[in-house]
């Protein structure tokens, strides 16, 4: 079985910073890219950001640009995210996700196009 696992959730207060780390568990598999997606109480699934496996390049949605850093180590197959000066918005459980088979058909801020999940992490950012 193919998964993710994420780590590094938790509660911070408004202007903190936290760094969710996620890994491979069970069956390995190739990477064409891997991504963050939240998704708050009463919210759809939102994309945070993503990177591309073969040349490091990375995506972010406007609403984290500056705050978040999302970055990848090749050999070992996991993905980190930096996420600093957070704000009460930013609270939500976030979910990483890896495109194992690099169909790219709807794009790289497109859940669609993952298909491998993790259960998701708990950020909570107090006011």
């Known amino acids: 079985q193919v998964q993710v696992v994420e780590s590094g959730g938790g509660l911070v207060q408004a202007g903190g910073s936290l760094r969710l780390s996620c890994a491979p568990s069970g069956r390995a598999f190739g990477t064409y890219a891997m991504g963050w997606f939240r998704q708050a109480p009463g919210k759809d699934h939102q994309f945070v950001a993503a990177i591309k496996w073969r040349d490091g390049r990375k995506y972010y949605a406007d609403s984290v640009k500056g705050r978040f850093t999302i970055s990848r180590d090749a050999i070992q197959n996991t993905m980190t995210l930096q996420m600093n000066s957070l704000t009460p918005e930013d609270t939500a459980v976030y979910y990483c996700?890896?495109?194992?088979?690099?169909?790219?058909?709807?794009?790289?801020?497109?859940?669609?196009?993952?298909?491998?999940w993790g259960q998701g992490t708990q950020v909570t950012v107090s006011s």
């Open positions: 996700a890896a495109d194992s088979k690099g169909a790219r058909t709807y794009g790289i801020s497109d859940e669609r196009d993952y298909d491998v």
